[in-house]
């Protein structure tokens, strides 16, 4: 007889439990999202969208937009694999140290919320760890790596070997980088663009005069010289420079009208004018590198 009680009681808590699920459903309770307490870090929580600022120490300011939907297409199939990092602002309220692309993207595929470490940072951390985070991104170019070692350098109060350290490179490595911060506007952005390699950048910075960088860099670019063709024409500029040096140590003192015309002159033609004179009278020199670089010149000179 015992055994029969349980058994009705058993069958009468189902059906109890039943019932209580049918209610559950015709009227469900309001459910409050889990909201983390202000002093938890070092942790992954789910945040909304509308919650996260983004950075304002951002390194990068262009996205490839063609890219940026193609992470979002990806993100619409898998997610997001590798969390955001935030810094908490106050209840509900986030900032973005690192991950902008993903936030982006993750807006794009229409998440409400995505996956987020959060991190305790000042302003100065956020700073150095969203440019550190951007350079290890293996797809930066080398203008954007030597902008953000540019602004470690400035606005954090580091030098080029604490640099070094922080980012895993040796000073040398660091020091290429920021020599091409010193190349004209042209050849910088040719670089960011990837009209133009590290390696040929790096080739033409060994040129002093500007004007002589465009000329190479111009070349470059119309006859798709390879980096190793880029250094031989540095080298020969370079010997040619030497030459004119020797030359002019016997002539009278440039003043300074004629620094200005060799400068408007080598402007003009995209090679290194020299102007002998003692006053009275003189030459100009034109130097040219090939048969095409001739040419080009007498091209200029409306001689052909």
Same mark, same amino acid.
């Given at each position: 007889?015992?055994?029969?009680?349980?058994?009705? $009681?058993?069958?009468?808590?189902?059906?109890?439990?039943?019932?209580?699920?049918?209610?559950?459903?015709?009227?469900?309770?309001? #459910?409050?999202?889990?909201?983390?307490?202000?002093?938890?870090?070092?942790?992954?929580?789910?945040?909304?969208?509308?919650?996260?600022?983004?950075?304002?120490?951002?390194?990068?300011?262009?996205?490839?937009?063609?890219?940026?939907?193609?992470?979002?297409?990806?993100?619409?199939?898998?997610?997001?694999?590798?969390?955001?990092?935030?810094?908490?602002?106050?209840?509900?309220?986030?900032?973005?140290?690192?991950?902008?692309? $993903?936030?982006?993207?993750?807006?794009?595929?229409? *998440?409400?919320?995505?996956?987020?470490?959060?991190?305790?940072?000042?302003?100065?951390?956020?700073?150095?760890?969203?440019?550190?985070?951007?350079?290890?991104?293996?797809?930066?170019?080398?203008?954007?790596?030597?902008?953000?070692?540019?602004?470690?350098?400035?606005?954090?109060?580091?030098?080029?070997?604490?640099?070094?350290?922080? #980012?895993?490179?040796?000073?040398?490595?660091?020091?290429?980088?920021? $020599?091409?911060? %010193?190349?004209?506007?042209?050849?910088?952005?040719? #670089?960011?663009?990837?009209?133009?390699?590290?390696?040929?950048?790096?080739?033409?910075?060994?040129?002093?005069?500007?004007?002589?960088?465009?000329?190479?860099?111009?070349?470059?670019?119309?006859?798709?010289?390879?980096?190793?063709?880029?250094?031989?024409?540095?080298?020969?500029?370079?010997?040619?420079?030497?030459?004119?040096?020797?030359?002019?140590?016997?002539?009278?003192?440039?003043?300074?009208?004629?620094?200005? *015309?060799?400068?408007?002159?080598?402007?003009?033609?995209?090679?290194?004018?020299?102007?002998?004179?003692?006053?009275?009278?003189?030459?100009?020199?034109?130097?040219?590198?090939?048969?095409?670089?001739?040419?080009?010149?007498?091209?200029?000179? %409306?001689?052909?």
């Amino acid at each position: 007889m015992s055994k029969k009680k349980a058994l009705g $009681r058993g069958l009468n808590a189902l059906l109890s439990d039943s019932n209580t699920e049918d209610r559950l459903e015709i009227d469900p309770p309001v #459910v409050k999202p889990v909201v983390a307490p202000p002093t938890t870090s070092g942790s992954t929580l789910e945040i909304p969208l509308s919650q996260i600022e983004v950075n304002p120490f951002q390194p990068r300011t262009h996205f490839d937009q063609q890219a940026l939907q193609e992470l979002a297409d990806s993100i619409k199939v898998h997610g997001i694999i590798q969390p955001i990092t935030v810094r908490r602002l106050a209840q509900d309220q986030y900032q973005l140290i690192s991950g902008e692309r $993903r936030f982006q993207a993750s807006k794009l595929a229409g *998440l409400k919320s995505v996956p987020a470490y959060i991190r305790s940072a000042d302003d100065q951390q956020m700073l150095e760890m969203a440019l550190i985070e951007n350079i290890q991104r293996e797809n930066l170019n080398a203008i954007e790596v030597a902008l953000s070692y540019q602004r470690l350098i400035t606005e954090c109060n580091l030098n080029q070997e604490a640099l070094g350290d922080r #980012v895993g490179k040796n000073r040398a490595t660091v020091t290429n980088y920021l $020599r091409l911060l %010193k190349l004209p506007p042209d050849i910088q952005i040719a #670089v960011r663009d990837n009209r133009i390699s590290m390696g040929h950048a790096r080739a033409i910075i060994n040129v002093e005069n500007p004007d002589q960088q465009l000329y190479i860099f111009k070349k470059t670019l119309e006859e798709d010289l390879s980096v190793r063709k880029v250094e031989e024409l540095v080298r020969e500029l370079a010997s040619a420079r030497k030459t004119d040096k020797g030359t002019s140590t016997t002539a009278a003192p440039a003043n300074r009208e004629i620094n200005q *015309l060799q400068s408007k002159l080598s402007s003009h033609f995209g090679t290194r004018i020299v102007i002998k004179s003692d006053g009275k009278k003189g030459e100009i020199k034109i130097p040219f590198l090939s048969v095409e670089d001739l040419n080009r010149i007498l091209d200029i000179l %409306k001689i052909q």
